[in-house]
């Protein structure tokens, strides 16, 4: 009697149907899918919010993406209070991304993130990213404006403005006033948000001056998810 080699069996499927994470993978396709969700998390609910925060997505590609993740019950989409708008958010399961999300980013500052040079670091780019890295949802219904000083080859000064579901980066004083102020050389500054150190290791080290009230400076690593374990902000960390 012979023997039928199941591995060369022309009925078995190409496709690795009970591996999960095959299946995962499957599902998001590409870079954009978790980049959707991320983003959900986050706060951001409304499709020209999404395509704004997700720089080089294609309106067409955000639109597909959003119908698989909504097909696959990942996302669900709603009508705002006032029945004008559509509004995007995240399931049980989208929710549950979250912590694949931190693992991707986790080894990614472990393993691909590079240590930069002063040279290498454009604080508009820099400013620009940390305003759309924002966790909306975390932020508070009072307006909150935080003044960056950069410092380097010259200083450079930025505002920004946030409160619940919004985030505001200028250039110029906005004409409100100031709450916090943090002060750093643009490199230290990337080390702390891509999760190189923690706020009160940089903050320590003077590589980061934080001043404002203590409960603003304890909120900043919520708000900014900034990655890098590390005690907690102590109350006498900032002068306010």
């Given at each position: ?23 995962s ?27 704004r ?12 993406r ?5 097909k ?62 924002v ?86 690593p ?19």
């Amino acid at each position: 009697m012979g023997w039928t080699n199941l591995w060369q069996h022309e009925d078995v499927p190409p496709r690795d149907e009970y591996c999960p994470v095959y299946r995962s993978l499957d599902l998001f396709g590409d870079r954009w899918g978790l980049l959707v969700v991320r983003e959900i998390l986050r706060g951001v609910t409304h499709f020209n919010e999404l395509e704004r925060s997700l720089p080089g997505i294609s309106r067409s590609t955000l639109a597909q993406r959003l119908r698989l993740l909504e097909k696959e019950g990942i996302v669900q989409r709603h009508s705002s209070a006032d029945g004008k708008s559509t509004e995007y958010g995240a399931t049980d399961a989208g929710r549950d991304l979250i912590n694949v999300i931190n693992a991707v980013g986790e080894w990614g500052v472990r393993w691909i993130t590079p240590e930069a040079r002063a040279s290498e670091i454009d604080p508009d780019g820099l400013m620009l990213w940390i305003s759309r890295h924002v966790m909306l949802h975390q932020l508070p219904s009072q307006r909150v404006v935080i003044r960056f000083e950069l410092r380097g080859g010259s200083r450079r000064y930025y505002w920004l403005i946030l409160r619940t579901g919004e985030s505001s980066l200028c250039p110029e004083h906005p004409g409100f006033q100031e709450d916090m102020f943090i002060t750093s050389r643009p490199v230290a500054l990337y080390r702390l948000v891509v999760g190189k150190q923690s706020l009160q290791q940089a903050m320590d080290e003077g590589t980061v001056l934080v001043e404002g009230p203590p409960s603003l400076v304890r909120s900043l690593p919520r708000w900014f998810l900034l990655r890098a374990s590390g005690p907690a902000i102590a109350a006498g960390s900032s002068r306010g």
